[in-house]
């Protein structure tokens, strides 16, 4: 099989490196892709491996436009419930509004399967760019991705190498300067609270710089709670409750996320906790809805609508640094303490 790594990035695959690298004629490439004819289970294994190990995205724009891009910008993102990805879609669309470019949301439920699926749904659109959340992906998304001919951004995270251009923040220097403060603030006996870790990288790199920085300090995670479901009040509220009943001499507790972090409060100011002076709390993403809270829960604000905005500069030629490509712009969350850290 031809070598993935000989095809020049810049041009977009065909029928033709698809068929040279199966051993199969352009024709029977053609019919397999497109599920028609008969074709052996052996034959269209042979082309279906090729096209995936190449990364081939078929053009399903016809005739005289198959060689065009057309005006879309793929956005491909976990979660629509989570209260984060809007504002990266709003960051987005504001920079887009005037260019002509219009986004299209494909989400992908933290599967790295579906993530697969939706990127080569959208490359096959031929769109003018691609916007994909995180940089963790199969080898197939990649291999599609830097075979595309069109800007890629990768969002929301740095800590990587970047198929061609990233942009986001350190979650591992996040999750640093999140336990310095906690340590600094005098608490010791430490829980985590995590929601999606399976296949949400950047909350497990934020947990991996959070102990990093506990472990610099003579300190361990004394407790720790996860949950594989979405963010919820309510499941905050469950994970709260199982981590003080099991350990009740906890003095802080840690959560991936905003959400999760609200129930935890409301559940500690429902039993009457000493907040911030006994029991310390804090989330990650500094989103609107910890504004309504009977106090500010502490957090770190993740640059959610910069990310968009610089994200889709890039794409649409408008980037800051007056290249096309190839940039990681890394970005910088502030903590806010808010009233549940001692000061």
């Keep these: 099989m031809t070598n993935p790594s000989a095809f020049d990035p810049r041009r977009a695959l065909t029928l033709r490196d698809v068929s040279e690298a199966s051993g199969v004629s352009e024709m029977t490439v053609s019919r ?11 034959t269209r294994e042979k ?3 090729a096209a995936r190990a190449l990364g081939y995205v078929p053009n399903k724009i016809a005739g005289a436009l198959a060689s065009q891009r057309v005006n879309l910008v793929g956005v491909v993102i976990p979660s629509l419930s989570n209260m984060v990805f809007p504002e990266v879609m709003t960051g987005i669309s504001e920079v887009l509004e005037d260019t002509g470019l219009q986004p299209v949301v494909g989400v992908t ?3 790295p399967d579906r993530e697969e699926s939706v990127i080569y749904e959208m490359l096959s659109w031929r769109p003018t760019g691609l916007i994909v959340a995180g940089l963790e992906h199969s080898e197939a998304a990649r291999a599609m991705m830097a075979q595309a001919g069109v800007p890629i951004v990768e969002i929301m995270d740095i800590d990587g190498t970047p198929i061609d251009s990233a942009v986001g923040i350190s979650h591992r220097r996040a999750g640093r300067q999140m336990a310095e403060a906690i340590v600094a603030a005098g ?13 949400d990288f950047r909350a497990k790199k934020r947990l991996e710089g959070f102990e990093e920085a506990l472990a610099k300090a003579g300190l361990a995670l004394a407790d720790r ?6 963010s919820a009040l309510l499941k905050g509220r469950e994970m709260t ?5 099991r350990s009740p001499d906890i003095d802080f507790l840690y959560y991936s996320n905003d959400m999760i972090g609200a129930g935890g409060l409301l559940y500690c100011l429902e039993k009457g906790l000493d907040v911030p002076g006994k029991m310390g709390l804090a989330g990650f993403n500094g989103v609107e809805l ?31 640094q007056g290249v096309v490509g190839g940039e990681v712009i890394e970005l910088f969350p502030v903590l806010q303490p808010g009233d549940t850290i001692r000061h």
């Design 290 to 320: 910890l504004d309504g809270l009977p106090r500010k829960l502490a957090t770190m604000d993740a640059c959610r609508l910069e990310i968009g905005r610089r994200a889709a500069e890039i794409i649409a030629g408008k980037s800051h």
């Design 241 to 245: 409750h199982s981590v003080l009943t």
């Design 47 to 49: 082309v279906l491996q």
């Design 109 to 111: 439920n933290y599967s």
């Design 32 to 42: 397999v892709l497109r599920n028609r004819g008969d074709v052996s289970e052996a």
């Design 225 to 230: 709670e996860f949950y594989s479901g979405g």
């Design 187 to 199: 608490y010791r006996r430490i829980a985590f609270l995590g929601t999606q870790m399976t296949n």
